[in-house]
Nanobody
């Protein structure tokens, strides 16, 4: 089992940047594929970015609306995954969640919330216009 704790959210003006962090407990962090999701008020939780498990070549995927602005990365030595968010827009306002899925397949990432087994409590990101 793994516990996830997000941090780094806050209030930022449009065009600004934030870096979200997700710290994971446990000794086997590198065996988990990780993802970032977000949920705005009145909307369903949506995929933002995903990264395959550690070891070998790491693959990433970002939703179209954030590609080129957001970057997911991981540091297995620090049991952490990050979401660097640049050129933020008001539409990016949401609670951001990180999620983990045990994965035996190198290079595979997961895009759907129901594929993930563990979730953090979320961190609020608010982008003002």
């Amino acid at each position: 089992q793994v516990q996830l704790v997000e941090s780094g959210g806050g209030l930022v003006q449009a065009g600004g940047s934030l870096r979200l962090s997700c710290a994971a407990s446990g000794r086997t962090f590198s065996s988990y594929a990780m993802g970032w999701f977000r949920q705005a008020p009145g909307k369903e939780r949506e995929f933002v970015a995903a990264i395959s498990r550690g070891g070998g070549i790491t693959y990433t995927y970002h939703r179209d609306s954030v590609r080129g602005r957001f970057t997911i990365s991981r540091d297995n030595a620090k049991n952490s995954v990050y979401l660097q968010m640049n050129s933020l827009k008001p539409d990016d306002t949401a609670v951001y969640y990180c999620a983990a899925k045990p994965s035996a397949v190198s290079g595979r990432y997961y895009l759907r919330p129901n594929e993930y087994d563990y979730w953090g409590q979320g961190t609020q990101v608010t982008v003002s216009s």
